[in-house]
Structure formats: structure tokens, C-alpha cells
T-cell receptor, first 114, second 110 residues
Framework: SQTIHQWPATLVQPVGSPLSLECTVEGTSNPNLYWYRQAAGRGLQLLFY??????ISSEVPQNLSASRPQDRQFILSSKKLLLSDSGFYLCAWRKGDDTNYGYTFGSGTRLTVV | EDQVTQSPEALRLQEGESSSLNCSYT??????LFWYRQDPGKGPEFLFT???AGEEKEKERLKATLTKKESFLHITAPKPEDSATYLC???????????FGKGTLLTVNP
């Protein structure tokens, strides 16, 4: 069966520090991968998605970036965190060859920038 | 641009008191309407996907229905363990992404 792993679960970082969040999927190949952010009182906002290794599409211009160095690995990064980067970050995957397949989410990372 | 509006923002029920949550949407070429359940501090858990108007799906005390403009999540005789935030999302014909509503926070009191 397929599983998605996301870490760390919680993170407290000072303003201006770098960020690296990692997400991996097991039990499938060539998944579509997504990074969402959920802020208090707001819906889930898509940040990045990837349909293949090295292929990244950005939905929202900001100081975050994403990379996909391997087929089932998706990384969210920042060189310098802002207070506004605080939120709940969720990784999700979907079968790449089935456009009607549901999206499965990871357990999330609670990021607090102080 | 795809849009999803959920109502009410919060709903408080007594155990056994049935009700419905609403999800209104605008999308170009609906490729799927998704319902998720999210518990505090956790990622959304998939419940249903609906693809065309008139479609219905059921799971335990939950039943989701779809029209051309909205979807309803009916909760029959809810229990306290049904308390959660319920999220609705749509996927349009030209997008890979899901567009989410802000969710409905459901509280079921014993």
C-alpha cells in the first residue's frame, strides 16, 4: 500500500533562518506531488506542485522554493524565513496516471516563526 | 479561477441531531469534488469524490451529494467522534490542483 511521510511534525524557527521540510511517498511511482499551506482562518493554499523529477510549478510567489530530487521525494525550502511563513504545511500526492484519483495528505508540519 | 465557499463556518449539534453542510463552487470543467475530514493538528483525511451532478456517496453516517453548483454533506444521527473540520475541494478541467474551501467546524455534543 502507499504511504506518505512528512517531517518534522513541529518546528520553531527564528526569523531569517533557513527552512527545509521533507516529504516522501512509498509504494507508488511517478506520483504528482503537492505542497499546501494552511493558515488560521484560511483554506488550504497550494504552494507548489510537481508532475516529475525536477519539474516544479509555483502557484504563489514568495520566499519559499521547492525541489524534487528523486521521484518520490519533495522538499520545501526557504533561505530566510519571515514571520508570515508560520502555518501548517501539508504535503500531498496523487497517482500521476489517473487524473480522477483522490489526493492523499501527509500528517503535516506545524511551523512557527519567532 | 476556481472558487469554493463552505457554510456554515461552524456548526454545533447534539448527538443524534442530523444536519447538512454546504459547499458551493464555481469551476471550469469539473473533474471532481472532494470531501475531506480534518482533525486538529492532522492532515486532511479523504472521504469522498463526486464527479457528476446527481451522484451520491455514503460512508457510515455521512452522505455526500452533488449538483451543478453545490454539494451537500449530510450527517445522520451524528456522534461526538464525528466532530472535526470538514473540507470541500474542487478540481477543474485544466488544473492539477485542488482548490479548497475554508471548511466547516463541526462539534457534536454528547
Amino acid at each position: 500500500s502507499q504511504t506518505i511521510h512528512q517531517w518534522p511534525a513541529t518546528l520553531v524557527q527564528p526569523v531569517g533562518s533557513p527552512l527545509s521540510l521533507e516529504c516522501t511517498v512509498e509504494g507508488t511511482s511517478n506520483p504528482n506531488l503537492y505542497w499546501y499551506r494552511q493558515a488560521a482562518g484560511r483554506g488550504l493554499q497550494l504552494l507548489f506542485y510537481s508532475v516529475g523529477i525536477g519539474q516544479i510549478s509555483s502557484e504563489v510567489p514568495q520566499n519559499l522554493s521547492a525541489s524534487r530530487p528523486q521521484d518520490r521525494q519533495f522538499i520545501l525550502s526557504s533561505k530566510k524565513l519571515l514571520l508570515s511563513d508560520s502555518g501548517f504545511y501539508l504535503c500531498a500526492w496523487r497517482k500521476g496516471d489517473d487524473t480522477n484519483y483522490g489526493y492523499t495528505f501527509g500528517s503535516g508540519t506545524r511551523l512557527t516563526v519567532v | 479561477e476556481d472558487q469554493v465557499t463552505q457554510s456554515p463556518e461552524a456548526l454545533r449539534l447534539q448527538e443524534g441531531e442530523s444536519s447538512s453542510l454546504n459547499c458551493s463552487y464555481t469551476v471550469s470543467g469539473l473533474r471532481g469534488l472532494f470531501w475531506y475530514r480534518q482533525d486538529p493538528g492532522k492532515g486532511p483525511e479523504f472521504l469522498f469524490t463526486l464527479y457528476s451532478a446527481g451522484e451520491e456517496k455514503e460512508k457510515e453516517r455521512l452522505k455526500a451529494t452533488l449538483t451543478k453548483k453545490e454539494s451537500f454533506l449530510h450527517i445522520t444521527a451524528p456522534k461526538p467522534e464525528d466532530s472535526a473540520t470538514y473540507l470541500c475541494a474542487v478540481r477543474g478541467g485544466s488544473n492539477y490542483k485542488l482548490t479548497f474551501g475554508k471548511g466547516t467546524l463541526l462539534t457534536v455534543n454528547p
